[in-house]
């Protein structure tokens, strides 16, 4: 990594109010360069509080940006950090339309040329997108990271038409701890204890709202571009990585937006900015290669930006299970059209007699972490153990096979009852055993025939299903094999059916893998700076005496059948800011399943936060706690929320909720 300290312009930065349309005013950190002339502004617009969870990530890139003669500007939604107005829904309306009129204040500034961009990783790609399908007239430009195109099935909600446990609940309670935070007194003044009592009033756990919409209905269309891809006029550069999950947005968007206004770009990474040389790597200059991006939208200069490959993807090569890689060897591909002109899908049919695929309740605790952020015990394991809880079919590589894009199965499949999922994962099997989990792929059964409906399988009835995996670019060696592994359960990423410990029969006659086999030849031309940030902000992360916890722990009590997983997400821990803000958090996961009773499952989240600033003798402390069980008919939701201000406790309520299940 290269820490940049001189740039074409000497910069300013100050912390501004923005005006929306209601009076409501936005907190927003701007950098700027210093100049006469007005200069194009872009802007990442997201709820994570600027000025503590984001900001040593600002850091890297807003004060970049600026030197190079952008104006760069950091915004908190409606509701969250020091912005004024209550918190709402995740990507509701409101938070849509103040985007646009942020958009529009920051192009009339006289500091602005009237040209704005956006980017933003996750949330904010996810805002950044879905702000570009309203197409403001100044918005010119965006860069979205690990972002999604559909609300419903890409996202942290359902995968397949099924629940996602694992991030679902877990993105859910992470949401409920995060929006309870209290403003800043440093920022905001006295104001910060009003501001947050009513505040807190507003907040509901969003859980409720998830699983009330578990089909594909108007609730997850709206803010999906998957609706109508025709409504972006902004030029995208769409990225991600294939150990982000995610990543079938870039291949969706270069598929669907006009050639001339979009370029996808695919490497090895997790769920992180691409230069940040967080595992697995090898990182790249991603600064630099989107100021060729905002160079050509908003200045006009021939950057080069668009005489680049469709999509840029990144094939990795084969290599042993692990559950981090600092650098991932492979090479990078440039493809002229998505679907490619390179790419040919090869059928493998799957043969024997037919097979009863019933998997203990705790298949999937090897599946690693749904959400990789780069730490030790994200990715998954040496599956194994997993495949001995599926049925397996392997296929011989006799030549070196690349594959790029999305596999697809059709399983023909006989059910008893009239509720279940498949699951399949493909894993590339090495000469000593070692199985290295490639891609994977979820069918909710009653999501057969689309993920808005809710079609119950007729008992004892055979059909053929067919569903996609997710994306990948991976190179399979000559003498390895490339394992199919059906399961019938995949827990805690997903929430199993009251029916499926009964399982299904799979009939190999009908059924087949599809691989996008790409032709081995790779890009020579295809090349990145090396990684270059500004200078970092000068957090201090605390040395402490105490024994780290493990990330992921499997707990297994053997004369009960009980398997437990526990799961520290580990997003930041304790740090002090340059400006004295000490922050503390504190959170564990966990999840619980009797491996022959699907109705066993439960899954919990605590969470604890702390903002103490000496100098003003402040201290605000959040304790959350989140539940969901289930029987037959319904799921079980409890939450909770503590709030204290020094020792006072100024906030205490608990939701406890039943939903029907309907679908997922």
Same mark, same amino acid.
């Given at each position: ?441 979820? @069918?909710?059964?009653?999501? *057969?025939? =689309?993920?808005? /409906?809710?079609? !119950?399988?007729?008992?004892?009835? +055979? &059909? $053929? ?99 437990? @997983?526990?799961?520290?997400? *580990?997003? =930041?821990?304790? /740090?002090?800011? !340059?400006?004295?803000?000490?922050? +503390? &958090? $504190? ?78």
């Amino acid at each position: 990594m290269h820490i940049r300290t001189s740039f074409p312009y000497e910069t300013t930065h100050e912390d501004l109010r923005i005006p929306l349309p209601d009076g409501t005013l936005l907190y927003a950190r701007v950098w700027r360069p210093l100049t006469d002339e007005p200069v194009p502004a872009i802007l990442e617009y997201l709820p994570y509080r600027l000025t503590d969870w984001t900001a040593p990530r600002d850091w890297q890139r807003h004060p970049w940006y600026a030197g190079h003669g952008y104006a760069s500007v950091r915004v908190d939604v409606r509701g969250h950090g020091n912005s004024q107005g209550m918190p709402g829904d995740a990507y509701s309306a409101t938070e849509l339309a103040d985007g646009v009129a942020v958009v529009r204040w920051l192009a009339a500034q006289p500091w602005c040329d009237g040209k704005v961009g956006m980017f933003g990783i996750s949330w904010g790609g996810f805002d950044s997108l879905r702000i570009a399908a309203l197409a403001p007239e100044p918005l010119k430009a965006v860069v979205t990271v690990c972002s999604t195109d559909d609300r419903y099935d890409n996202d942290v909600h359902y995968l397949g038409g099924s629940v996602l446990a694992v991030d679902m609940h877990a993105w859910a309670a992470t949401l409920l701890a995060l929006v309870s935070r209290p403003p800043d007194p440093r920022y905001v003044g006295e104001a910060w204890r009003d501001m947050w009592l009513k505040r807190l009033e507003e907040v509901a756990p969003l859980i409720h709202t998830w699983l009330d919409h578990q089909t594909r209905d108007r609730y997850w269309q709206h803010g999906s571009v998957r609706e109508d891809y025709g409504t972006i006029d902004a030029a995208v550069l769409a990225v991600g990585g294939w150990h982000d999950p995610y990543r079938d947005t870039v291949l969706h968007l270069v598929e669907h937006l006009p050639a001339d206004r979009v370029r996808g770009l695919i490497g090895p990474w997790s769920h992180q900015y691409p230069d940040r040389g967080l595992p697995p790597g090898p990182a790249i200059g991603f600064l630099q290669e989107t100021l060729r991006w905002w160079d050509h939208w908003l200045k006009g200069v021939e950057s080069g930006a668009m005489r680049e490959p469709l999509l840029r993807a990144y094939v990795s090569d084969s290599h042993p299970p692990a559950t981090v890689y600092d650098t991932l060897p492979g090479r990078w591909v440039g493809e002229p059209a998505w679907p490619s002109p390179n790419v040919s899908m090869v059928s493998h049919a799957l043969e024997g007699t037919p097979l009863l695929v019933r998997s203990p309740q705790h298949t999937g605790v090897d599946a690693g972490r749904f959400l990789p952020l780069g730490n030790d015990a994200d990715l998954p394991p040496d599956q194994r153990e997993e495949d001995a809880r599926s049925v397996c079919f392997e296929f011989q590589a006799d030549e070196e096979t690349w594959v790029l894009g999305r596999p697809r199965v059709r399983l023909r499949l006989t059910c008893e009852v009239p509720r279940g999922q498949v699951i399949a994962r493909v894993c590339d099997v090495a000469p000593d055993g070692a199985s290295t989990l490639v891609t994977r792929g979820v @069918l909710n059964l009653s999501a *057969r025939q =689309g993920r808005d /409906r809710a079609v !119950p399988w007729e008992p004892g009835v +055979t &059909e $053929d299903v067919e569903f996609e995996l997710n994306g990948i670019g991976h190179a399979f060696p000559a003498g390895h094999l490339v394992r199919l592994a059906v399961s019938s359960a995949y827990w805690p990423w997903i929430w199993p059916q009251p029916d499926s410990a009964a399982g299904f029969t799979l009939d190999p006659e009908g059924s087949f893998l599809e691989l996008p086999v790409r032709t081995r030849e790779s890009a020579s031309g295809i090349a990145f700076e090396e990684p270059e940030q500004s200078e970092p902000l000068g957090v201090n992360v605390p040395v402490t005496l105490d024994e780290p916890r493990p990330e992921r722990l499997v707990v297994r009590d053997v004369a009960k059948g009980e398997w437990r @997983l526990e799961v520290d997400p *580990r997003y =930041g821990g304790t /740090r002090v800011y !340059p400006d004295g803000l000490e922050f +503390t &958090e $504190d959170a564990l996961e966990t999840y619980t399943i009797n491996e022959s009773d699907p109705l066993s499952a439960r899954a919990r989240s605590d969470w604890t936060v702390e903002l103490h600033r000496p100098e003003l003798a402040w201290r605000a402390t959040v304790r959350t706690r989140s539940e969901i069980s289930c029987d037959g008919t319904d799921y079980s939701t409890s939450n909770e929320v503590i709030c204290t201000d020094g020792d006072e406790v100024v906030f205490h309520r608990t939701w406890e909720k039943r939903i029907p299940r309907t679908a997922g």
